[in-house]
């Protein structure tokens, strides 16, 4: 049984808690928070949980093997190496650190001592993202082509991050697994409507060496909440809908076919249109936080390989610095 301390029980680290409890794989032993009226709720809800206000005090312990970070992005760095440098595996909230040295520390660490650094990229553990992977596997979609979303709402506004940071994150994490080429550059625009705050309404491009193409608009103003995700491919095309409660996932059997007569007679290259069926595949009804949990706990008892490790979080902060400068230049392509 893995005995995890969670560090932060504000937004997320409930639901951690949670989670963790009621997995047959794990349990929580210890909660910190610097708020001691979050730290009553836990106790009314989870009486056997010790909670304490000193982070330090459940790194130092002895009967914790695990410390799940759920406090903002700028502390996860010395949260994550203090908990490395006491012999404990690392579950790091999105995005894993505040920049690319600080990921690359943590994983460098997490690897010298042998520990699992595991970050919580939580919708490539869902029944609908899985079944897209799936899907690309079996070669149902050809080639992709492009990768299109739309995540809006109202707030939450962040002090400490950009609505890159905050929601495009989500995307990169997804575009990660399911796509296993890498972007060479990424450009961003983006502006804050409060002073002195962060960018609240953002549009990001990811190019990739092949023709496939990702671009994703996030934005803390919506009137609406919005998670729809469009994903492209050769043969068949995925409307994915995170909002909608049973058809999250519609596969449409539509496209184009483009035909020439020689390679020479460009200009007259034809396309004709393909419309087919569209069906909605059933999906693993699993709670994403659960699956992540047994995920987490077979990595560190080397039964699995990790599906989002450090290296997929390195790779994620990569792109989210590297749009951060695009945007603070206007937009301009920045390399990866």
């Known amino acids: 049984m893995l005995r995890v301390g969670v560090i932060g029980y504000g937004y997320w680290g409930p639901n951690l808690v949670r989670n963790f409890m009621e997995s047959p794989h794990a349990t929580v032993v210890a909660v910190s928070d610097f708020d001691e009226r979050r730290l009553a709720v836990a106790r009314t809800r989870y009486p056997t949980i010790e909670t304490t206000t000193d982070a330090d005090a459940i ?57 699992t650094l595991h970050v919580d990229h939580t919708f490539v553990y869902t029944g609908a993202v899985m079944k897209m992977r799936e899907l690309i596997d079996r070669g149902d979609l050809g080639e992709l082509l492009y990768y299109d979303s739309a995540r809006v709402n109202l707030g939450l506004f962040q002090h400490d ?10 995307d990169l994490s997804i575009l990660a697994y399911l796509q296993d080429e890498t972007p060479v550059r990424v450009s961003a625009t983006g502006i804050s409507h409060i002073r002195g705050g962060q960018p609240d309404v953002a549009y990001l491009t990811a190019f990739y060496d092949s023709d496939f193409i990702a671009h994703v608009s996030v ?55 393909r419309t087919g069926d569209m069906w909605a595949p059933k999906l693993d009804a699993t709670e994403a936080l659960g699956a992540e949990v047994a995920h987490f706990a077979a990595c560190i008892a080397g039964e699995q390989v990790q599906r989002t490790g450090g290296a997929a979080g390195l790779a994620v902060v990569q792109i989210l610095e590297a749009a951060t400068r695009s945007m603070n230049g206007g937009g301009a392509p920045v390399g990866l």
């Open 59 to 115: 790194i130092g312990s002895d009967d914790v093997d695990a410390i799940a970070i759920a406090t903002p992005v700028s502390s996860h760095y010395t949260l994550a190496m203090a908990a490395l440098a006491s012999g404990k595996h690392v579950w790091a909230e999105k995005p894993m650190a505040a920049s690319v040295a600080e990921a690359r520390s943590m994983v460098t660490a997490a690897a010298e001592r042998g520990l």
């Open 161 to 170: 991050v950009s609505v890159i940071w905050d929601l495009a994150v989500h």
């Open 219 to 273: 934005s803390w103003l919506a009137p609406v909440k919005i998670r729809q995700t469009l994903l492209g491919g050769s043969r068949k095309m995925v409307v994915y809908d995170d909002i909608e409660p049973s058809e999250k996932i519609r596969v449409y059997d539509k496209g184009i076919t483009v035909a020439s007569d020689s390679a020479e007679a460009r200009h007259e290259t034809l396309v004709s249109y």
